[in-house]
């Protein structure tokens, strides 16, 4: 059962939260797995209580689509309308222009996969059409989808299909391809938001203007620690906190680490209970969130906390 009312806005700031922007309804919010009427009801409730204000927000139940850090402002909620079907895609993209989303983005469809470049690009055409004033953002994140076309081919040419196209959430290993795209779209002023959460700095270092990704939903401070480190710039310092961040990755990813297990840790760090995933997800057995707990706790950041 979906509870989007456990949403709840706050006036108390949270002046270190590198978040400014929330992707609501995507892959760690179970998206796909989420009826249409339970996408929208999420959709409104966020653009209605979230946007533009700092949110405190608690989980107990279903609804993992409200995991990210505990509080931050909000200054831009963008809504994943990407489905398998074209028809419930362009309808989620409807709606989301209707309630004034900032953004909209869109997986490719993975059962019936586009093949090539023209594939993909008609698919998204046809969706950002129906929302022609919203901006608009390719969600590529191949280990889930299975489409493998290079995101530096599609974006040949892409504002003449699309407009209204905006950036790129780029969750992907291949820093050759988002190097390319960066490099050959820098006058276009394309926005690439990195989303493996490992490589984060070296995806920094090559031109990513910002990074989704689940970790920063229980590590977001020490991320922004990072990210200070690497602006001023302190490289050594920033690579010892992302490769901390990896070694507690390397290590839950060992055991079976997923959005099961994510929710499971954000409970644990936050002491909100974040509520079961849904089938076929099954929850994280109590043996891991032990030691999750304790690898994690068994850390010594640079900064001593």
């Known amino acids: 059962m979906l509870d989007p009312h456990k949403i709840h806005p706050t006036n108390q700031p949270f002046s270190d939260s590198p978040v ?3 992707p609501v309804n995507g892959t760690t919010g179970e998206g796909l797995s989420l009826s249409i009427q339970e996408r929208k009801q999420l959709a409104e409730e966020w653009m209605c209580q979230g946007k533009d204000k700092w949110v405190f927000f608690v989980i107990t139940e279903t609804s993992s689509n409200l995991l990210n850090l505990l ?10 309308v990407g489905a398998l079907s074209l028809l419930e895609s362009q309808e989620l993209a409807r709606h989301a222009a209707a309630i004034g989303a900032s953004g909209i983005a869109v997986i490719a469809p993975s059962f ?4 090539n470049k023209d594939e993909l690009l008609g698919f ?6 129906e929302a022609p004033t919203v901006p608009f953002y390719y969600y590529h994140i191949p280990a889930m989808t299975g489409v493998k076309i290079r995101v530096e081919e599609l974006l040949d040419g892409i504002r003449e299909q699309i407009p209204t ?24 002023q394309f ?8 490589q984060l700095l070296s995806a920094l270092a090559i031109g990513a203007n910002g990074a989704v990704g689940s970790t920063y939903n229980y590590l977001g401070r020490k991320t922004n620690l990072m990210l200070q480190a690497f602006a001023k710039p302190d490289l050594a310092l920033a690579r010892k906190y992302q490769f901390l961040t990896g070694e507690f990755l390397s290590f839950v990813i060992k055991l079976g680490f997923g959005v099961a297990q994510t929710k499971a840790v954000m409970t644990s760090v936050s002491g909100i209970p974040m509520g079961p995933p849904r089938l076929p997800l099954v929850g994280a ?5 032990a030691k999750a707990k304790a690898k994690l706790e068994s850390i010594v950041w640079p900064d001593g906390d």
């Open 20 to 22: 400014c922007g929330l």
């Open 71 to 80: 509080l931050c402002r909000l200054d831009h909620v963008i809504i994943h």
């Open 112 to 115: 019936f996969k586009p093949t």
């Open 124 to 129: 998204l055409q046809k969706v950002a059409s």
């Open 165 to 188: 196209f905006q950036g790129v959430k780029f969750s992907d290993t291949d820093l050759l391809d988002l190097a390319q795209c960066i490099n050959k779209k820098e006058r276009e």
């Open 191 to 198: 926005v690439f938001l990195y989303g493996v959460d490992e």
């Open 285 to 289: 057995s109590e043996e891991f969130i």
